[in-house]
Structure formats: C-alpha cells, structure tokens
C-alpha cells in the first residue's frame, strides 16, 4: 500500500530526476553544436517570450506537463545560463551531472569520493555563493545582501538577477548544481519562503564551517619565534 508520505518522496524523486536529465541534455547539446550554444546563449537574462532563438532546441527537452510560459521559464533560465558558460566550465559541469539520473528509490548520485550523496545535501545557490565567499571571489556582506534581496523578490526579478551573480561565482573551484537550481527555480512561485531559507542555511552553514576550520588553524599555528626561544633555552642550560 502507498501512503501520502511515500508518494510525496516518489514524486520529489521523479521531479528531480527530469532536472538532472535535462541539465544533462543541455550540456550534451551544448557540447555538440557551437551554434546550438550561441542560440541558448541569446536567451541570457531574458523573459520567456523574447527568447526566441530557444524554442527549436528546447520544445523536446522541457518535460511535458510544464506547458504554460511560467513551468518553461526556469528550464530556459538555466539553459541559457550553462550556454553562456565557457567549454572547459561545461566540460567540468558534465562530469559532475552524469547523464545517469538518480534512481527513483533512493535520489542519490555519487559524492565526494565515490559515497552516495543525497539530493539535499548537495549544493544550492547558497551554498555556492558561500563557497565563492570563501575562495575571495565575493566579499562576504555583498553576498549576504544579494542573498537577502533574493528572498524577498518574484520570480522574473530572481531571473533578471542570476546571469550577473552567477558570473562573479564561477571559478576556482566554486561548484554550481545545475539541476538543484532548476528544481528550485521551478518551485519559487509555490515555495519562495522555503527555498530561500535553505539557501540562508545553506549559505551561513558553509561559511561557519570554513570560519571555524581558520580559526582552528590559527589556533594550531606555533607562536612567532617559539621554535628560537626553545633552541635558546635549551643552549642556556648546556652552557650552565
């Protein structure tokens, strides 16, 4: 017998497996067609209605059901998101999104070091901005703010947004979930409060773990000029 609580997992799982497999898609066609990427390029920052060049490349790889311009947005979004990206960024991009999807069961893929890892424990945009902090690519009250004003705006207003915030977070390392980000633009008008809470938690939970990994490093570093003053010492008293 299915209960509620076994058909709400099911779906989330389902759900998240057409994110991947489109992300998926995407980076394949990309890879494929240098004027396939430039089309979805030309849609960056762009309402649904004026991407125009779009349309031929992802009318097959939306999944059926999201038929009204609202349901299609997010997909165009970050479709022309990775576009703008460059190859070797796409290329890293594609080893980390597998064309494999999660199993419906368990929606997992493999983590660091081959360990199962699940949907919610990879990163979203928060974490990625965190990250980015981090690696001293945004300064630390810049991200909180933009972070801050995300949460209070629409949908298109988070979309018109994005390209530029994505553009400073790229780089060194900073790890952007494609299909994590899909999945939550796709729910940001039914569970706006929600996603962006996470993506706070998110955010200040990884820059307290590097804040508190620092601080132990400093705690751990010998005091300036130890090393002499022992050797010192240790001189005095053969001398005596």
């Known amino acids: 017998m299915t ?14 497996q057409r994110a991947q497999e489109f992300v998926s898609q995407v980076l394949e066609v990309c890879a494929g067609s240098k004027r396939t990427q430039a089309d979805l390029r030309s849609g960056l920052g762009l ?20 038929r009204h311009p609202e349901g299609r947005q997010p997909y165009y979004v970050v479709a022309a998101l990775i576009a703008a990206r460059s190859r070797r960024a796409r290329e890293e991009d594609a080893e980390r999104n597998p064309a494999a999807s999660p199993a419906p069961e368990d929606d997992q893929r493999p983590g660091a070091g081959g360990a199962p890892q699940s949907w919610w424990q990879r990163p979203n945009l928060g974490a990625s901005l965190a990250e980015a902090v981090n690696q001293q690519l945004v300064a630390a009250g810049s991200a909180e703010s933009e972070l801050h004003l995300l949460a209070r ?58 804040e508190r990994a620092a601080d132990r490093r400093h705690s751990d570093a010998p005091a300036a000029g130890g090393h002499t003053n022992d050797s010192n010492d240790a001189t005095s008293e053969e001398k005596q």
């Open 47 to 66: 309402p649904y209605d004026r991407c125009h060049r779009m349309h031929r490349h992802l009318m097959r790889l939306v999944p059926e059901g999201n």
């Open 3 to 16: 209960t509620p609580e076994t058909a709400m997992r099911r779906g989330s799982s389902e759900r998240h």
């Open 153 to 210: 705006i629409g949908s298109q207003s988070l979309h018109s947004r994005l390209p530029a915030l994505i553009g400073q977070i790229t780089g060194r390392g900073v790890v952007l979930d494609w299909a994590v980000l899909l999945d939550d633009l796709a729910g940001w008008d039914y569970n706006q409060d929600r996603i962006a809470t996470r993506w706070l938690e998110s955010y200040f939970r990884v820059r307290d773990f590097a």
